[in-house]
């Protein structure tokens, strides 16, 4: 039975409807695959037996030689890596780049330092790097070798680099080839995540650039009058609306106070000029009034008015802006204008159920996943512990038959020390801990969202916020 950090954990399950490109995702991030560069043939070959052990004989796997490796004891592990050797730096370049043409990168590469007659292998690592950003890398250096300075100063100071010191233990180079194929495969995952996220973002902008368009010619073709006031010169511009609403030609330099004393009604006149009047000298920004504006053919039309007015630093109004509209169109604009609301308030609700669901699913995500590790960790455990039961009951039985030979207790031995009791009395107990503690945090975000939606709850009612966070 092996350490539970050597668990496999596997990706989320897809979906039976999930695209071949879906698929290949998740076969690029299972991936285990590992190139090993040293020039010696038997250092390759023991770095296969180790991280390889389904396609050699573990029994047979003997220690490192002691110039490269310290002497530790066979253990099995859950995880089989798929290895590649090289014996100089110009062939693990070499098969680094046909790796990336043919769509299967290598996760990790295990690059011994001294490599004559060809390349270092700081210059492996730096050549390595420019053809696979993405590589990790484990330099096997001995102390009389390249200093950690002097090694960032030609590599630079990385997260994709570690520095393995000679001699190593065989747990050494287990645990750095679950460590760091696993931290390329969340590399690849938050890529393709932001990638995806990018393009959402480009596909939503895209949207965004319509909807403005779509604006701009609903704009132009609407029927209200647009007009701009220069307060301080008294000068009017309006739109093509005006025209079409009233028949007074487009364009500017029109007189402001001419336009209220002429086409206003001169029962409306007083009651505007007060209003405009009140809303230049005061400290207000919108104003809006109905009145009858006359039109070029002598007739009135009906108008509700808005103006909004902009001011410099210091208060001053200086430019007032606004609209005319003939309050025969206003209730079926009116109508319009609710369904936009509308539809917008369900874009944004929607955007809002998307963020949640997300970020329900980021916090849930971490402790189901210690769960799911140590649940399979205890699982494989209890595999290895029912084996030393058996043994134990076949024990108890010839004990108790006074038959028992030193054959039976050397298996019960045995069974003892391959199902690694030791290990698994102290582990196990810290897997359920901590699967206890995962079922926890899970239920308490439940909790805290169901405290949150107020299922079930009419009305107006008290909510306490602090219990909700």
């Not at 573990?58 to 490796?69: G, M, P, Q």
């Not at 308490?444 to 602090?466: T, W, Y």
Request: hydrophobic letters at 40%; aromatic letters at 8%.
């Amino acid at each position: 039975m092996g350490n539970p950090l050597t668990v496999e954990r596997s990706l989320p399950s897809e979906s039976p409807r999930a695209d071949a490109g879906s698929l290949t995702l998740q076969r690029r991030l299972a991936n285990r695959r590992i190139l090993v560069v040293d020039e010696n043939l038997s250092i390759q070959g023991d770095f296969k037996k180790i991280l390889n052990p389904i396609e050699h004989d573990v029994s047979a796997l003997k220690v490192f030689e002691e110039a490269v490796f310290a002497k530790a004891a066979v253990k099995s592990v859950a995880i089989n890596f798929v290895v590649d050797c090289a014996s100089q730096g110009e062939e693990a370049l070499r098969k680094v780049d046909n790796a990336l043409r043919e769509g299967r990168p290598y996760a990790l590469a295990f690059v011994d330092m001294r490599m004559p007659p060809g390349w270092s292998g700081l210059e492996t690592t730096a050549r390595l790097y420019e053809a696979d950003p993405d590589l990790q890398v484990a330099i096997c250096t001995a102390r009389s070798d390249y200093s950690w300075g002097e090694i960032a100063a030609r590599l630079g100071v990385s997260d994709r680099l570690v520095v393995l010191k000679k001699p190593f233990d065989r747990i050494e180079v287990l645990q750095l080839a679950r460590a760091l194929t696993e931290k390329w495969r969340l590399l690849q995952r938050i890529n393709h995540r932001v990638e995806d996220i990018e393009n959402r973002v480009r596909q939503r902008t895209e949207g965004l650039s319509e909807n403005h368009e779509r604006l701009q010619l609903i704009s132009r073709a609407t029927n209200d009058a647009i007009w701009d006031w220069g307060i301080p010169t008294g000068e009017v511009w309006w739109n093509e609306g005006f025209e079409l609403l009233f028949g007074h030609l487009t364009g500017g330099g029109h007189d402001g106070g001419e336009i209220w004393s002429k086409w206003v009604h001169p029962e409306d006149l007083v009651r505007v000029e007060a209003g405009v009047r009140a809303i230049v000298i005061g400290r207000d920004s919108f104003w809006a009034d109905e009145y009858r504006f006359q039109r070029s053919d002598g007739s009135y039309a009906s108008v509700a008015a808005r103006g909004y007015v902009v001011r410099d630093v210091n208060g001053t109004a200086v430019r007032m802006i606004g609209a005319l509209q003939d309050v025969a169109q206003r209730k079926e604009t009116a109508r319009e204008r609710r369904l936009l609301e509308a539809q917008l308030r369900q874009a944004r609700r929607l955007d809002s159920i998307g963020r949640l669901a997300g970020g329900i699913a980021h916090e849930i995500d971490t402790p189901m996943q210690h769960i799911g590790d140590n649940a399979r960790f205890v699982r494989d455990a209890f595999a290895d512990l029912k084996k030393l039961f058996e043994a134990t009951d076949r024990l108890l039985e010839m004990a108790r038959k006074g038959v028992l030979d030193a054959n039976m207790v050397r298996e019960m031995d045995f069974a003892r020390r391959t199902a690694d009791f030791d290990f698994l009395a102290v582990e196990i107990p810290k897997a359920l801990d901590q699967t206890i503690d995962g079922v926890e945090r899970v239920t308490a975000i439940v909790r805290e969202m169901k405290g949150f939606s107020r299922s079930g709850v009419e009305g107006n009612a008290m909510l306490d916020v602090m219990a909700c966070r």
